[in-house]
Antibody, heavy 121, light 107 residues
Framework: QITLKESGPTLVKPAQTLTLTCTFS??????????VGWIRQPPGKALEWLAV???????RYNSFLASRLTITKDTSKNQVVLSVANMDPVDTATYFC?????????????WGQGALVTVSS | DIQMTQSPSSVSASVGDRVTIACRAS??????LAWYQQKPGKAPRLLIS???SLQSGVPSRFSGSGSGTDFALTISSLQPEDFATYYC?????????FGQGTNVELK
């Protein structure tokens, strides 16, 4: 059974760096083809893809946010970490992590419950 | 980036209705398209991948079609549990962009 769970601060101040951790079970990020991605959703708005990291360390980023995003993995801990620098109130959103499988087309078949992050001074 | 445009943005329907949601890509994406269902306060659920492949456990009243730039999600007979927001996502090219969503609400 695959599960994922996001953890991190619920409130950050403008200009701070947000660090979120995705802890997962039921799969290994050392298995060929497997990846973990991050997606966010501002209140009442659409989903926005942020970043993904694959079993081989390959990482990809949202074009508009790439300069502010960093995604890393710790295979031994079954964790993926997303950092978002220079947070702004418009970054207020629920942040989801999700499992993907490259050979199956990069869709996200398992999701965490999401973590709401508010940016406010 | 590839832009994904869904229509309509919202649809009012009754239980038993047939509902079709369209999704158009700004450039050809072959069959690299996924559909998700999201209910309020919940994570999205993958319904369909590769334009028409139904995920395990998804009811057969859901179907996907299309290739290239034009795609559709059809619910053949709307059930009470189907009232939700639906998103398409292209998985052809990074970044894998989402549509803006279609809200299926009770008429």
């Amino acid at each position: 059974q695959i599960t994922l769970k996001e953890s991190g601060p619920t409130l950050v101040k403008p200009a701070q760096t947000l660090t979120l951790t995705c802890t997962f079970s039921g799969f290994s990020l050392s298995t060929t083809g497997v990846g973990v991605g991050w997606i966010r959703q501002p209140p009442g708005k659409a989903l926005e893809w942020l970043a993904v990291i694959y079993w081989d360390g390959d990482d990809r980023y949202n074009s508009f946010l790439a300069s502010r995003l960093t995604i890393t993995k710790d295979t031994s801990k079954n964790q993926v970490v997303l950092s978002v620098a220079n947070m702004d109130p418009v970054d207020t959103a629920t942040y989801f992590c999700a499992h993907t499988h490259y050979p199956s087309g990069n869709s996200f078949d398992y999701w965490g419950q999401g973590a709401l992050v508010t940016v406010s001074s | 980036d590839i832009q994904m445009t869904q229509s309509p943005s919202s649809v009012s329907a009754s239980v038993g209705d047939r509902v079709t949601i369209a999704c158009r890509a700004s450039q050809g994406i072959s069959s690299w398209l996924a559909w998700y269902q999201q209910k309020p306060g919940k994570a999205p659920r993958l319904l369909i991948s590769s334009a028409s492949s139904l995920q395990s456990g998804v009811p057969s009243r859901f179907s996907g079609s299309g290739s290239g730039t034009d795609f559709a999600l059809t619910i053949s007979s709307l059930q009470p549990e189907d009232f939700a927001t639906y998103y398409c996502q292209q998985t052809h090219t990074f970044p894998p962009t989402f549509g803006q969503g279609t809200n299926v609400e009770l008429k």
